[in-house]
């Protein structure tokens, strides 16, 4: 089966523009969430939706979005990008009980020049 | 509030050298707990979970036990290999608190390089 698939794997962008990273869940996952990871440090939580809805949301500004279709793909939207938004963007799926794990994709690694 | 506090890196260890990464947790609840590892130019692979106190997960020759009293969930290998080497984190899932479906918490992560 496949795992969580991600694309762009690489994307390079500039101070200012707005980008699009979409994600795949494990067939069968009805919950995706996304984590920023800085170079050197752990994820951090940026969204968490399930079943279309969001059902969390980490200390980001409102220049990060992202929204959940009914095959359950996701897409995160980050406008007016900032030096500071370089860094690898991870998505993960569950079935959706707290209990079971989050499987991560390989991610998206974006760079703001 | 949750957070998880990671051993501070690098670790080197040589081939079959006993291995130990630190964990400890402050959460609200009952959470669980995870250690996942992070090859070079890969995402995050899960490793193991504990889900209750005093669960042991173990993979791979890995281990943690779920220690509620000292809130800790420590990682280890008796025998580590060069194929070993990569990023661990710890972390830890808030879903107890029921308005999330398990939100992580990350620790910073330990890298472990093995040498042959």
């Known amino acids: 089966d496949a795992g969580v698939t991600q694309s762009p794997t690489h994307l390079i962008k500039t101070r200012g523009q707005q980008v699009t990273l979409r994600c795949s869940p494990i067939?069968?996952?009805?919950?995706v969430s996304w984590y920023q990871q800085v170079l050197g440090q752990g994820p951090q939580f940026i969204f968490q939706?399930?079943?279309?809805?969001?059902?969390g949301r980490g200390n980001f500004p409102d220049r990060f979005s992202a929204r959940q279709f009914p095959n359950y793909s996701s897409e995160l939207n980050v406008n007016a990008l900032l030096l500071g938004d370089s860094a690898l963007y991870l998505c993960a799926s569950s079935v959706g009980n707290s209990n079971q794990p989050q499987h991560f994709g390989d991610g998206t690694r974006l760079s703001i020049l | 509030g949750n957070s998880v506090t990671q051993m501070e890196g690098p670790v080197t260890l040589s081939e079959e050298a006993f291995l130990t990464i630190n964990c400890t947790y402050t959460?609200?609840?009952?959470?669980?707990l995870f250690w996942y590892v992070q090859y070079p130019g890969e995402g995050l692979q899960l490793l193991l979970k504990a889900t209750k106190a005093d669960d042991k997960g173990s993979n791979k020759g890995f281990e943690a036990t779920y220690r509620k009293e000292t809130t800790s969930f420590h990682l280890e290998k008796g025998s580590v290999q060069v194929s070993d080497s990569a990023v661990y984190f710890c972390a830890l899932s808030d879903g107890n608190r029921g308005s999330t479906l398990g939100r992580l918490y990350f620790g910073r992560g330990t890298q472990l390089t093995v040498w042959p």
């Open positions: 939706y399930y079943e279309k809805e969001e059902r």
């Open positions: 959460a609200t609840g009952y959470p669980s």
């Open positions: 067939s069968g996952h009805k919950s």
